[in-house]
């Protein structure tokens, strides 16, 4: 074998190592990076519930501030008939 040859055998096991090593690599950071995405996306859904609670208590005050309001509104036209 003469020293290109070598050279070349080389670099192919070298390319062929950092194949390796990379899916090896993603093999153990896809599991962290899964967690965290997960985790991030649950965050998100507890601060969109927490949202829609707080929505959802505004309305109702909203709307027994106005059916207060309009039944003291009918009541006082009924008197004034």
């Known amino acids: 074998m003469d020293s290109k040859q070598k050279m070349a055998a080389a ?3 070298m390319v062929a190592a950092g194949i390796g090593l990379s899916i ?3 093999a153990l950071i896809a599991p962290a ?4 995405a997960l985790g991030v996306v649950e ?3 507890e601060r969109f519930g927490d949202e829609i609670e707080n929505a959802s208590k505004r309305v109702g005050t ?4 106005l059916r207060r309001s ?5 009541r006082t036209g009924r008197e004034a008939s």
Do not use: E, H, L
Request: net charge positive; proline share 0%; charged share 5%.
């Open 33 to 36: 990076v899964f967690g965290w």
């Open 11 to 13: 670099g192919a096991g």
């Open 43 to 45: 965050k998100c859904s």
């Open 62 to 65: 909203v709307a027994g501030t």
């Open 24 to 26: 090896a690599g993603v």
């Open 70 to 74: 309009f039944n003291q509104a009918a």
